[in-house]
């Protein structure tokens, strides 16, 4: 059954979205069984889903990329897929990419890591840092995404290039080592800061999830020479310092969940605060945009930290 038949609902509905995402780490999981099974994904499956994310891309995308901060360690490969997918598409989509292309966009970042099928399970789930011998077999998972999705009919000739060239850097650095590219793919481009962001503000085992400025800061690093900074800054603006959906303390105490990114100042988006600074939960939440600045000395007007929201006996996504 497909994604699409399966989600009934308005998609402006965070349940109905939260369902559509849910069923596409499901099918993610099927397309990476398929490719390791019959040596190759499972295209129309893949298709039919990313159709169904593609849609929602353009219909709410806010609330589609604020499903992107759920972290799901159980099947950390699989939620990685519809991320980096979902957050390709989202940036593609601020560029103006609709329709079949942001489809393709979407499919490719999908199979970037397809490769790793073929990478031994040992290597693939460690839990600890890898050797050096270790992430030499790694990185083979970029040349193995590339062939396989090579010979897999139906799926856009952009696939196996991002798989390719998704570890490859503006500045040479990188992999596939002594590969040199005049200009990288724009897709390989939207899907590599998709990667290092969702890889990074995950949590694994073996390292504890970095705050989004930190995450920021490895993309401008080496002066900005290893990603595009044009794409870097609407990536920023796009996801802002605090992502929709994220629980957090504003500086007079209370709680709040991000509603809405101001792409101006990406520190202070607006806000729907939930807990009062005594702690009590608000029978009415209250909306803010933190950029504006009142005369109230007692209102907020700054977020002074992330909050995890496993701390609270609330989804703070369903009181978006």
Known sequence: MSVEQRVEGSLTDMATIKRLYQDAVTVAGDVWDSAASEGKPDPTMARTMIDGLAQAVAQNRTALLALTTLKNYDNYT?????????????????????????????????????????TPKEILNKPDKLT????????????????????????????????????????????????KRAALNVGTMLCSIADVYDAMRSQRQYQQAFPTDRILAVLKRNDGQQFDQHLVRRFVQLIGIYPAGNLVRLN?????????????????????????????RLDLPYELNLWEHGEDAERPSSIIAPLDPADFPFDPLMLM
Request: no cysteine.
């Open 252 to 280: 007079t105490g209370e709680v709040a969940v991000v509603v809405n990114v101001y792409a101006p100042d990406p520190y202070r988006p607006h806000v729907r605060v939930l807990v009062a600074r005594d702690g009590k």
């Open 78 to 118: 699989f939620t990685h897929m519809v991320n980096v997918s979902i957050l390709t598409m989202g940036q593609a989509r601020g560029l103006g990419i609709d329709g079949p292309l942001l489809r393709e966009f979407g499919l490719a970042a999908l199979m970037h890591d397809i490769g790793k099928v073929r």
């Open 132 to 179: 050096d011998a270790e992430f030499d077999v790694m990185k083979r998972h970029v040349v193995d995404g590339a062939e396989i999705l090579r010979m897999t009919p139906e799926v856009p000739t952009l696939a196996p290039v991002v798989a390719f060239e998704h570890h490859l850097r503006i500045d040479g650095s990188g992999y596939p080592t002594r590969v």
